[in-house]
């Protein structure tokens, strides 16, 4: 069952819906690692014992990436696909 | 094949079905105004993968199977500017065992209201049935967007497109009495007149103005895992955050990665635990004292293909707090926490 979170997104990261999140407009849409202003934080009050994030490329092919940070303590298994 | 198909005065807004994307077809939709190609739309059935904007396959060799009317296998194109011209080329792409193919097309004559189905959003939902308890889909679990039309409704069907149900919101069918199988939830949008919108018909014999949307698959399993989950009594929390507000400080240890086609999946940092791969999955795990756990996902330059990373956790936790990083270029990033439904 989908369980909802909090969110803190940072300047250059918008919600575009309930699980979305992008880039916050063109001048955000620039290669950057570790800057604060790409970065969300979420926060799950609930119970949940899975997260799927899923990213999609909307460039047409410039590749892409992305970093989760989770708090310690967590023991995850993780998994990966690549979708068409 | 090389189909074309030409109207003799301008239409504009049109949307017209093409059924039966099957075996080893491959198809190339275009419009024009009078030579002059115009853009088109296309929401496609589960079995159907989009190439570009206009060229359309079956989605894996699990797809590439003989069909007729199956809603999995149809895609509806929508044209919001004027056209002249449709043509339709479809390339038989199988080599070994050449079976011939075929396709349908559907236009629907006379529509002229400005009908869009709308995207559906969420799911796929899973559910153990026939145990008594009543299965719903939670409210608000399916974000419908981009719709429009004079009339809609949404429609609950089987695997072939038979309807089962209309209801007022997804949300208010229990698919436990339903037994064992797959639905599909839909949304119609459609104009005055429409024929075959009754429970018991197929969807793919509406007669009229219309307009349907992808579709959410619902699954319904009498056992297996879904079936055998204890809820936790207790759902741990995990330490007090560390989370310093920055990755940079978080130094490599105990790396591990994980391959698939050109995306990979990359432990940075467990500093007491450990990260191991086993096949197709990374197990990790932490010990008191470990500042947290970054996780690397990326996919090469070139690559179009989109990514999904799934971590499950070894227990249900609560009150989890965790970041996400570099959200930046083109990239959109969709993040959906949930819990397996418990007896």
Known sequence: ?84 | MDAKYSFTEEVCTLSFDVWDIDETDELVIEAFNDGTPVMISASSGQCVAQFGSDTFMPDGSSCEVQVSGDVSHKITVSISSCVTDIRIKMYDQGTSNNGGGSYTTVFKEGCTDDLDDGTLEGGPFEFCVSNGEADNIPTGSIALSGNSGANSTWVVTDDQGNILGLPPMPSDVDFDVAGQGTCFVWHLSFEEGLTGLQIGQNVSNFQGCYSLSNSISVFRNESGAICNVTCPETCSTPYLALLDGSDNGMADINNASLTVGNAILTVHRSFNGTAVVDENKINASQTSGDVGLRLDVAHAIGSANNMEAVFSFSEAVCGLHFEVWDINQTDEIVIRPSIMECQ
């Not at chain 1, 979305?20 to 790409?38: K, L, N, T, W």
């Not at chain 1, 926060?43 to 992305?66: M, P």
């Open chain 1, 1 to 84: 069952m989908p369980v909802s979170y909090l969110v803190n997104t940072n300047t250059c990261v918008a919600q575009i819906n309930q699980t979305s999140f992008v880039p916050d407009g063109p001048a955000c849409e620039i290669q950057r690692h570790g800057e604060p202003s790409h970065m969300t934080d979420i926060f799950v009050i609930e119970c949940i014992d899975e997260i799927r994030i899923t990213s999609f490329d909307q460039g047409g092919g410039i590749g892409g990436s992305y970093t989760t940070v989770f708090q310690e303590g967590v023991q995850l298994m993780m998994m990966l696909m690549e979708e068409s």
